[in-house]
Each structure stands twice: as structure tokens, then as C-alpha cells.
């Protein structure tokens, strides 16, 4: 699976921005796909993981209530959906996918794609 994300951007605190991630391969749909970002000086953090069936989600505390993940199989993309957002969003975004099911840990997934940076001025 190649994975490459775009969507990111430069945006005022408050605003929103929808991340999206192109996948390749025709076992994409029976992966879990996760975001993690990473900003400078930090280690890459988990964002959200939905599961290969869509049937469950799991987000971050930092961005519960403010983020979505969702997926579209027949187009091979996930997406982010980024609301509210604090200048603490910035870093850059990248998706991952895993067949070990949806989990928070980097180790866990196999395949990543290149990140997209995400800028929140305040």
C-alpha cells in the first residue's frame, strides 16, 4: 500500500481544514488507516484510526470532538476532517495504514505515506 497525504495548509485558530489520503493498492479496504502528526521538537503522536470496516473510530483526547475520520473504500481515501483548530494542531500530518486492526501506537502500522503540514496561526 502507498499512502500520500495533501489538504494541509496555513489557517487562523478556529478554522478548519479537510486532510485527505490517496492510497494505492487493492488491499486498501481491509486496512485499519490511522493519522498521527508530528510537530518540531516532538515525537509523532496518534490523531485518529478508523477500522478496515468503518465500523469503529478511535481519536486522540486532544482532538476528540473537534476531528473526524472517515473513509470512502470505492476511491481508496481517508480523510480528516479538522475543526476548531488550535494553533497546538500545528505539525505535520501523515496517514498510516495497518492490518493488526486500529490501534494509537506507531509500531503498529506497516505502511506510511509522506506528511502534509498543518499551520494554525493564532
Known amino acids: 500500500v502507498q499512502l500520500q497525504a495533501f489538504g494541509g495548509g496555513l489557517v487562523q485558530a478556529g478554522g478548519s481544514l479537510r486532510l485527505s489520503c490517496a492510497a494505492s493498492?487493492?488491499?486498501?479496504?481491509?486496512?485499519?488507516m490511522g493519522w498521527f502528526r508530528q510537530a518540531p521538537g516532538k515525537e509523532r503522536e496518534f490523531v485518529a484510526v478508523i477500522s478496515w470496516s468503518s465500523s469503529s473510530t478511535v481519536y486522540a483526547d486532544s482532538v476528540k470532538g473537534r476531528f473526524t475520520i472517515s473513509r470512502d473504500d470505492a476511491k481508496n481515501m481517508v480523510y480528516l476532517q479538522m475543526n476548531s483548530l488550535k494553533p497546538e494542531d500545528t505539525a505535520v500530518y501523515h496517514c498510516?495504514?495497518?492490518?493488526?486492526?486500529?490501534?494509537?501506537?506507531?509500531?503498529?502500522?506497516?505502511?506510511w505515506g509522506q506528511g502534509t503540514q498543518v499551520t494554525v496561526s493564532s
Open positions: 493498492g487493492r488491499t486498501f479496504s481491509s486496512h485499519s
Open positions: 498510516a495504514a495497518t492490518t493488526l486492526g486500529p490501534g494509537v501506537m506507531t509500531y503498529r502500522y506497516e505502511y
